[in-house]
């Protein structure tokens, strides 16, 4: 059997990967596990679902993930006051098949955008020339890396359960809640029926009259959020299918949802409802209204033509 040591803690055993403990890296139905196709931006996605050891480790590979590049699993378990069991079951849970799998995807990533490497929060003391690259960065990173992780399997059999709903809610609050409310009107623009719900009492009124055919749209960056969640769950009890647009593919929404779509954007400390956070889940909604509006083209084009014509008129008053 040849074994091919790429690194103290991480061989592969005729060609397949082995785990930080010795063991054939593999996931519960004896295949390899799928690595994301971010690591950092997956990494951070599902840092909240993560246990406090797991996400020390998480937290250490997001503030430099050139630590784990350069570091073996044994180094890895001094600097992060881990075990190595610890560590592969972290790297398994961010969905790798052990740790040498997340070094080489790590340094892939680095090798690709060395500039990741570089601190892109906003300081305090950061002079405004900074902060113009450090915004624009986060922004276009949220779109490239919700890009990336953006299957169009799932999407296209979301389009398709839209597309011939009966109605259409879409809740989400604060800065979601904006996304919600363009969501909806982007709907009613090519006919579909729509209403964005960002109260809670309201949401949960129109969830409960809901049925199958139905179907709900719930945006929440973390998954988290009650007044999203509790709507959602009430939809889904109704009959409704629900889709989830969320950053954590691990939260409390993506667990009840039919459909997860992962957005890619983080908000930090100066930037809470930041638009890196919006602007990956605009990209999902846009992606979604532009496949109802080739799966629906003729009624699409004719409601397009009608709305435009009315708006027209009212501005030619």
């Given at each position: 059997?040849?074994v091919?040591?790429?690194a103290?803690?991480?061989?592969?055993v005729?060609?397949?990967a082995v785990?930080g403990?010795?063991?054939?890296?593999?996931?519960e139905l004896?295949g390899?596990m799928n690595?994301p196709?971010?690591?950092?931006?997956a990494v951070?996605?599902?840092?909240?679902?993560?246990t406090p050891?797991?996400?020390a480790?998480?937290?250490?590979?997001?503030a430099?993930?050139?630590?784990?590049v350069?570091?073996t699993?044994?180094e890895?378990?001094?600097v992060?006051?881990t075990s190595e069991?610890t560590i592969v079951r972290?790297?398994?849970?961010l969905?790798?098949?052990g740790?040498?799998q997340?070094r080489?995807a790590l340094?892939?990533?680095?090798?690709?955008?060395?500039?990741r490497l570089?601190?892109?929060d906003?300081?305090?003391d950061?002079p405004l020339?900074?902060v113009?690259?450090k915004?624009a960065?986060?922004e276009?990173e949220?779109?490239?890396?919700t890009a990336?992780?953006?299957?169009p399997e799932p999407l296209?059999?979301?389009?398709?359960?839209?597309?011939?709903?009966?109605?259409?809610?879409?809740?989400g609050?604060?800065?979601s809640?904006?996304?919600a409310?363009?969501?909806?009107?982007?709907?009613?623009?090519?006919?579909?029926s729509?209403?964005?719900?960002?109260?809670?009492h309201?949401a949960?009124t129109?969830?409960?009259?809901?049925?199958?055919g139905d179907?709900?749209?719930?945006?929440?960056?973390?998954g988290?959020t009650p007044?999203?969640?509790?709507p959602?769950r009430?939809?889904?009890?109704?009959g409704?299918?629900?889709v989830a647009?969320t950053?954590?593919?691990?939260?409390?929404l993506?667990?009840?949802?039919?459909?997860t779509?992962v957005s890619?954007g983080?908000?930090t400390?100066?930037r809470?409802g930041a638009l890196?956070?919006?602007i990956?889940q605009l990209?999902i909604?846009?992606?979604?209204?532009v496949?109802?509006?080739?799966?629906?083209?003729d009624?699409?084009d004719?409601a397009?033509?009608a709305t435009?014509?009315a708006t027209?008129?009212?501005?030619?008053r």
């Open positions: 059997m040849a091919d040591v790429l103290a803690d991480g061989p592969t005729d060609g397949r785990d403990m010795g063991g054939l890296a593999v996931d004896g390899r690595e196709a971010n690591p950092v931006a951070r996605a599902v840092l909240p679902s993560l050891a797991a996400q480790i998480a937290r250490i590979i997001l430099d993930p050139g630590v784990v350069r570091s699993i044994t890895f378990s001094g992060s006051g069991a972290t790297a398994r849970a969905g790798f098949a740790y040498s997340m080489f340094a892939a990533a680095v090798a690709k955008e060395p500039e570089v601190p892109g906003l300081g305090p950061d020339t900074d113009i690259a915004v960065r986060a276009s949220a779109l490239a890396d990336a992780q953006l299957d296209g059999e979301v389009v398709t359960a839209i597309a011939g709903a009966r109605r259409v809610d879409v809740y609050v604060a800065a809640g904006l996304v409310a363009d969501m909806s009107q982007k709907l009613l623009r090519i006919g579909l729509s209403h964005p719900f960002s109260d809670a309201l949960l129109s969830a409960a009259l809901l049925r199958a179907v709900v749209v719930a945006i929440s960056c973390g988290e007044d999203v969640l509790d959602a009430t939809a889904a009890e109704a409704a299918l629900v647009i950053n954590n593919p691990r939260s409390s993506a667990g009840l949802a039919d459909y779509l890619a983080r908000e400390a100066f809470p890196a956070s919006r990956s990209l909604v846009d992606c979604i209204f496949g109802l509006a080739q799966r629906t083209y009624t699409a004719a397009i033509r435009r014509e027209d008129r009212y501005r030619r």
